[in-house]
């Protein structure tokens, strides 16, 4: 596996991967890597592209200080991890190589970027945005892939394609979960081995509110179940748990008669913010 800390070196290793007709597949990603993460350069060597993962902490998504500073790094374990699942190339820049001078752009999502996520936090996607865009200039990938664990960043980023025009296909892959449900996740390695304990619950509830989906209770009578578990639990704070179409994350109430919807969870485990999703049918 190559690795590129530089845009310029990449630039030329790259074109000459497409010099050679061949297609390249992307998958951006912050580093502290698992079996999740893998998963979506696994799809990508599957379609039998040229695979390139980029590592980057990106800084203008984190809207609070202290979660950019205790984001975890585990560089070295990161690249035996890439280098073991056949990655192509890695691309490692530091921050001057992606934003040389401030990145003032302002994206506009509408109501994408206005609920959950967006709302919680407020500037991510538009820092999401920032930086895929700057990848995807310099990677020019065919084909990109992202984790339907981030449900909404995925709706954020096909936005950004179709508003920009990007050639680029976006590809959105399932939720890989530890053995207890838990989904895989970067902040997991944060959390005590009782709060580690205690987040199986999250998927827990989340299959509890597809059984009560599927037996057509009110949306209302759902949210309040979740909540009320999650009140018993002193170590939890919830965020958000909200049931929504999938098609456009439009918030559902018991007005709307709906097949299909996606739970959406995110809340605090200690002082560790998780999110995690199901589709509900
Ligand atoms: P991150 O490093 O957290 O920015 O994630 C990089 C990519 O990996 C994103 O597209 C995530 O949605 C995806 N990802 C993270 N966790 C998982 C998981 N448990 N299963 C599948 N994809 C994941």
Do not use: W
């Amino acid at each position: 596996m190559l690795i590129f800390e530089r845009n310029s070196e990449l630039k030329i290793y790259l074109d000459k991967i497409r010099a050679e007709s061949r297609q390249i597949g992307f998958v951006p990603t912050m580093g502290a890597l698992h079996a999740g993460h893998i998963s979506l350069i696994n799809e990508s060597k599957k379609q039998e592209l040229f695979t390139v993962c980029s590592i980057f902490v990106n800084p203008t998504q984190f809207n609070d200080k202290k979660d950019l500073e205790n984001y975890p790094r585990t560089p070295e374990k990161d690249i035996e991890m890439l280098r073991q699942s056949g990655c192509d190339a890695l691309f490692m820049p530091n921050a001057e190589e992606i934003y040389p001078k401030e990145d003032t752009r302002v994206f506009n999502f509408g109501e994408l970027d206005t609920l959950l996520e967006g709302a919680l936090r407020p500037g991510h996607f538009n820092g999401v945005a920032k930086v895929v865009s700057i990848l995807f200039d310099k990677i020019k990938p065919n084909v990109a892939f992202f984790g339907s664990k981030d449900y909404q960043q995925v709706m954020v980023i096909k936005a950004l394609v179709k508003q920009s025009n990007l050639p680029v296909k976006i590809v959105a892959c399932p939720i890989i979960r530890e053995a207890d449900g838990l989904a895989m996740s970067s902040r997991n390695m944060r959390l005590t081995k009782e709060e580690r304990e205690a987040a199986k619950l999250i998927p827990l509830l989340l299959n509890e509110s597809k059984l009560l989906f599927k037996a057509r209770k009110p949306i209302s009578e759902i949210k309040g179940f979740i909540a009320s578990k999650l009140a018993q639990k002193p170590t939890y704070k919830l965020d958000y748990f909200e049931i929504c179409d999938p098609q456009d994350l439009h918030i559902l109430t018991d007005k709307n008669e709906v097949k299909q919807g996606i739970a959406l969870i995110a809340c605090f485990v200690g002082n560790i913010r998780l999110i995690d999703n199901l589709l509900l049918d």
